[in-house]
């Protein structure tokens, strides 16, 4: 089978692949062979291009900084995208994104120039949860994590052939969340399509790109996009929002204190004891039930508790941070756990594999506290 492609014009060809099918990472060396093209311009952005170059692997050290770092949500949503595509029976074992590295490979091999035209993974994914609703993000997990196998099972040469198929799997997305479509496929159609337009001039192209982008971009293409870098920059800025949450994490803390310091001055002993009883109460079971719910060992869960109280009073910390070291230094994650973890082959990983679960109990925990103090406030505020 030969992956599908759109020859835009004599000298830019779109080459649509699947990510893990080994039939893609054939064609892509076949096209650079055979149709030899001047530029090879891939559907990476710099950090996926540092990954499959230096075959890096989620390591401890890696692990330990993706807690630090507050990006345990966004590591398992990609993680949940990557396993939607085994779920589809879309796996031939091959690492997801290996025909972009055969393109980069062969592109070197060949000493053809290699142009990087995907916007940045992060931004991405931080834009499609910015873009979806309180509902939508509950229900695209809920599908992402359920084990159920779908309704129909797909060939790889029933996916990669029958365009019509692989454009109604995309409007699937769109109606789980019309949000998280525009900024994985609409977004994305248009940043690669600005990309390759930028590079277009009298060299030869090859662009290598997942087949679900070929319709798309090459509709873009083909109406002459005009040279636009404000366009670019805009579809490349993380979303500015959760202004109103951060400024509530930020008043919650300041509240809690001026109302603590008023029954100080007061010298109302027995509301401060309350109340900051409710505080204490508030955030040690949001924190503690939510790291339960991840599977975290009981330790974890201890410092989950005792930790959220202190961070939800300080919003540059946070109790999924300590439940997440926690949990990794009672049940450190090994090589073999970590390696099967970006397999994922099955969400309840997420559970059994020690390193998923490090990245659940950092993630939930989070997510407990700040429900835990909200819980709080709402507690003092009705014995006000």
């Known amino acids: 089978m030969s992956a599908p492609y759109v020859d835009v014009d004599e000298n830019l060809r779109l080459l649509g692949t699947a990510h893990v099918a080994t039939s893609s990472v054939e064609a892509v060396i076949e096209n650079i062979e055979n149709w030899k093209p001047d ?34 949500p966004m590591v398992l949503l990609q993680s949940l ?6 779920k589809l029976g879309l796996d031939e074992g091959q690492q997801p994104g290996a025909e972009l590295l055969a393109a980069v490979n062969a592109a070197n091999d060949a000493g053809l120039k290699v142009e990087l035209v995907d916007r940045d993974i992060q931004t991405t994914l931080k834009r499609a949860w910015k873009n979806m609703r309180i509902k939508e993000k509950f229900g695209l997990l809920w599908a992402l994590m359920s084990d159920e196998e779908p309704d129909e099972e797909f060939s790889l040469n029933e996916m990669l052939e029958n365009k019509d198929l692989l454009s109604s799997l995309m409007e699937e997305l769109r109606e789980v969340s019309p949000g998280a479509g525009t900024a994985l496929i609409d977004e994305r159609d248009e940043f690669i399509a600005r990309k390759i337009s930028e590079i277009r001039g009298e060299e030869r192209i090859l662009a290598v790109l997942g087949a679900g982008h ?5 509709k873009l293409l083909q109406e002459e996009m005009t040279d636009n870098k404000d366009r670019i920059e805009e579809l490349s800025q993380l979303p500015k929002g959760g202004n109103l949450i951060k400024n509530i994490s930020y008043a919650i803390p300041l509240l809690l204190v001026g ?8 010298g109302d002993i027995s509301s401060i004891k309350e109340n ?32 959220s109280p202190i961070t939800s009073l300080n919003p540059a910390l946070a109790a999924g941070w300590f439940a997440g070291y926690a949990q990794m230094k009672v049940r450190e994650p090994t090589g073999e756990d970590l390696a099967e973890f970006l397999k ?41």
């Open 214 to 218: 070929l319709e798309g971009v090459s």
């Open 344 to 384: 994922l082959d099955s969400a309840s990983l997420f559970w059994s594999n020690r390193a998923g679960r490090v990245l659940l109990v950092t993630a939930l925990t989070n997510l407990g506290s700040m429900l835990g103090a909200y819980i709080s406030v709402a507690l003092i505020a009705s014995g006000l």
């Open 81 to 86: 995208l990557s396993a939607e595509q085994r």
């Open 259 to 266: 109302l603590l310091g008023w029954f100080a001055y007061n």
């Open 276 to 307: 900051g009883a409710y505080w204490f109460l508030g955030n040690f079971i949001g924190a503690a039930v939510m790291c339960m719910i991840a599977g975290g060992h009981p330790i974890a869960i201890l410092v989950a508790a005792i930790a």
């Open 39 to 72: 530029v090879v311009a891939v559907e990476l952005c710099e950090s996926r291009h540092k990954a499959l170059t230096s075959d890096r692997r989620l390591d401890k050290e890696g692990l330990l900084k993706v807690i630090k770092e507050g990006k345990a």
